[in-house]
């Protein structure tokens, strides 16, 4: 019989079987018990004992937070290791009143998490004490990601093939990976901001004031994922085309957090747009020229169409050549946009040479 049981829970099989692999690597007498959801991780602590708990804070269902107060009521000595993927500023407070022994940001690394495992059994003795999870008087707060560092963290979590931040102009600004078409990236971008513009006029309607929609794109070989941040930046991610329908909901929470995150980025660095109306990610619209402006000269663009709607005037075309002389190049060039005598005869265009 293993001397310890340890329980470890996320809704993702890659973290579990992640975490799992790391503890054999202890070589230590562990029974690991992989589970899904804290409902689950309730029903077997309360048919046998567990010492230890890994659980991530955000699950379908109950979340990892309100799991520890229930099992803490059937089993008080059990030790507790929280880890999240989230940064808001409340998590470490509610952490620390839930009195875990252990808390991480993803991503981990494998020797800290393998030290706290340790330490939470008593199977290593050590000088230094755990961590704290909360802010104490004098402590300083652990640094806010940067936005290299948050794009990282969502690529790993996600699984994704590639994360681009980029602003309204579809200028990448910041990248984990890659997009699987490199060479149609340009144009993919500007057809997703297009459709990404678009959906920012539902914004206002729905009583919003900050964009919070989230287009999903599936494709042959993989996904798209699209998210505004702000007026004037987006974040796209793509997934590899076999995730299944059961891990949605875990990708669109992980870019909701993200986009939260990258404002509060923006933000710190004043570059941050309050929504104000649903222009943004909309192509720029031509402005008509003013009048006054360019010289009322027929171009012969405008002729051509003439021609097969109404026959031309003699005082139009003598306008035509006049033009065609004063846009000619020296030196017997002609100008691409001229055209031969014999070729304006034809389309009956010469003076004097109007056909019946």
Request: with cysteine; aromatic share 8%; hydrophobic share 45%.
């Amino acid at each position: 019989m293993a001397k310890y049981r340890i329980l470890i829970l996320d809704d993702l099989f890659e973290v579990r079987r992640m975490f799992a692999e790391w503890l054999k690597t202890l070589g230590r007498d562990f029974e690991v018990v992989e589970i899904r959801s804290a409902e689950e991780a309730l029903l077997v602590a309360s048919y046998q004992p567990v010492d230890l708990l890994v659980t991530d804070v955000r699950l379908p269902g109950m979340s990892g937070l309100e799991l520890v107060g229930r099992i803490r009521k059937r089993n008080p000595n059990i030790k507790i290791i929280l880890f999240t993927g989230l940064t808001e500023p409340d998590i470490r407070r509610r952490v620390a009143e839930a009195n875990v022994d252990a808390f991480f940001y993803k991503p981990i690394e494998m020797a800290d998490f393998l030290d706290a495992v340790e330490r939470c059994l008593g199977v290593v003795k050590t000088m230094f004490p755990m961590e704290p999870v909360a802010e104490e008087p004098g402590l300083p707060s652990p640094p806010a990601p940067t936005l290299a560092e948050r794009l990282s963290s969502l690529y790993q979590e996600l699984k994704a093939i590639g994360v681009i931040f980029m602003d309204d102009q579809g200028y990448v600004l910041a990248q984990a990976g890659d997009l699987p078409d490199a060479p149609a990236e340009s144009l993919l971008i500007t057809s997703l901001l297009s459709a990404l513009g678009a959906s920012a006029r539902v914004t206002p309607l729905m009583g919003l004031s900050t964009p919070e929609n989230l287009l999903y794109f599936t494709g042959a070989r993989y996904n798209l994922w699209l998210a505004p941040v702000g007026q004037t930046h987006a974040l796209l991610i793509a997934t590899d085309k076999a995730v299944q329908a059961n891990r949605m909901a875990h990708i669109s929470r992980g870019v909701f957090s993200a986009v939260r995150d990258l404002q509060g980025i923006l933000a710190t660095q004043g570059a941050l747009v309050p929504f104000e109306s649903p222009a943004a990610f909309e192509a720029p619209v031509e402005v008509e020229e003013e009048a006054g402006e360019i010289e009322d000269v027929p171009r012969i663009e405008d002729i051509f169409r003439k021609v097969s709607e109404e026959k031309l005037k003699p005082e139009e075309v003598n306008a035509f050549w006049d033009t065609v002389v004063e846009q000619s190049t020296p030196n017997g060039m002609t100008s691409a946009d001229t055209i031969t005598y014999d070729q304006a005869r034809q389309l009956g265009l010469a003076p004097g040479e109007e056909k019946d």
